[in-house]
């Protein structure tokens, strides 16, 4: 079985890569950088792929809604 990987991780994709996202070209560029079965976890939830992810960090208020998709912020991930 693949390791786990962080939410976190994915911010960080996130920020490195720039620009906004939607579900579709974020959840692509997490295949792209992670693989299309890759894992990941936070500090309260695991087991999740990548739509999974992507819906719970959205609804956590981890993405900053632009004109044409979404995006994040550092501010937004946690440091533990």
Known sequence: MTESIHGHEVMHLMLELGGTFTRESLKLAIHERFGSTA??????????????????????????????????????????
């Open 39 to 80: 894992r990941f976890h936070t500090c309260s939830a695991s087991d999740m792929d990548a739509e999974t992810l992507i819906e719970f960090l959205r609804e956590r208020g981890k993405f900053v809604d632009q004109d044409s998709g979404f995006n994040t912020e550092a501010e937004r991930i946690c440091n533990h």
